[in-house]
């Protein structure tokens, strides 16, 4: 079953449930009959409360994730109906996978690893857990206002695709952005980052792209990630009153303050098919126009321009009558 890239507005998981065999100590997989046995330890010593995920990219980079288990007292992974992830697929097939193993606490980094597994019991070494990293920075406009609100993430790059098994998972390394823009990136391994910024509550055409790279190479590092400037993308409403005497009122107001921008500049403009009707400059607060406009019926284009700090707005549409 299909899944999207990680590269596209986060991890989704799509695959057939899986058996698990009484207190086998590894993860037992329905229809390939692939397994896997391996402990994790930290410091020498059986690290409890890891989360094992494992994903696959094939040919036409579909995404394929499966949840293995949490590692026990023991150290070993063993599938947990108390983990926050029980109900997610847990099947495997043979072939290359990419594993990572996470500490939800942050107190060590993700350790990734590449694997090809073959059926039967695929016994891997011990995953050595390390002090976690992380990553600050700062998220600006291009004119230099802080941006707040904004989730920054770090998705680890793996071969031909960035695996965010953090991000998609839980909260490690994700982050948003405070009042002065900055980021805090916890829980980070050894690995390559894509620093990637959007808004999770915006579905349409939000930021949601890569603006910043980090190499981790040393445990329990603080690394800072050069400040990152991007364009907000807005959202915008709209709505009609009545109209009288052949002139119609429409009330627009984009939608920008919730990423601290008090002042977004650029045009508000009212369109009937290629005429323009009316325009203000938009303030982020609600704005009224006034358009003149003939008996009948109508059907007027409402469209943001975009300034140097935010992005064009996606039109909307009403239609009026007028007696």
């Known amino acids: 079953m299909k899944l999207l890239s990680p590269r596209l507005a986060g991890v989704a998981v799509a695959a057939a449930a899986a058996?698990?065999?009484?207190?086998v100590t590894s993860v037992q997989a329905e229809t390939a009959d692939t397994?896997?046995?391996?402990?994790?330890?930290?410091?020498?010593?059986?690290?409890?409360?890891?989360?094992?995920?494992?994903?696959k990219v094939d040919e036409d980079y579909n995404g394929y994730t499966a949840y293995l288990g949490v590692s026990g007292s023991d150290g070993v992974v063993r599938p947990s109906k108390g983990s926050r992830f029980w109900g997610m697929p847990r099947t495997l097939e043979p072939g290359t996978w990419e594993l990572a193993f996470v500490d939800h606490a942050e107190e060590h980094g993700t350790v990734f690893r590449t694997v090809t597994l073959t059926a039967g019991t695929n016994t891997l070494a011990d995953a050595v857990m390390e002090p976690a990293s992380a990553a600050r920075g700062r998220l600006l406009t291009p004119s230099g206002q802080p941006l707040k609100n904004v989730d920054v993430a770090a998705m680890a790059v793996r071969g031909e695709t960035s695996l965010g098994f953090s991000?998609?998972?839980d909260e490690n390394g994700v982050d948003s952005?405070?009042?002065?823009?900055?980021?805090a990136l916890h829980g980070l391994g050894r690995a390559k980052y894509d620093v990637t910024v959007g808004d999770r509550r915006v579905r349409e055409g939000n930021l949601l792209s890569t603006r910043g790279k980090v190499v981790v190479t040393q445990p329990g590092t603080t690394y800072q990630v050069p400040d990152i400037r991007v364009r907000v993308q807005p959202t915008m409403s709209v709505a009609r009153t009545k109209s009288r005497r052949g002139v119609a009122v429409v009330r627009a107001k984009l939608l920008v303050q919730r990423f601290?921008?008090?002042?977004?500049?650029?045009?508000?403009?009212?369109?009937?098919?290629?005429?323009?009707?009316?325009k203000v400059k938009a303030t982020g607060a609600p704005q009224t126009l006034r358009?003149?406009?003939?008996k009948g019926q109508h059907r007027l284009r409402i469209k943001y321009t975009g300034s140097k700090d935010v992005r064009e707005a996606a039109a909307k549409h009403l239609n009026v009558r007028v007696r």
């Open 19 to 23: 058996l698990v065999a009484g207190s």
């Open 35 to 55: 397994r896997i046995s391996v402990r994790v330890t930290a410091a020498g010593e059986p690290q409890r409360g890891v989360d094992l995920i494992a994903e």
């Open 167 to 169: 991000v998609a998972m």
């Open 177 to 183: 952005t405070g009042r002065d823009g900055t980021y």
């Open 260 to 278: 601290g921008i008090t002042a977004p500049g650029g045009m508000i403009r009212v369109y009937e098919g290629r005429t323009l009707l009316a």
């Open 291 to 294: 358009v003149r406009l003939g």
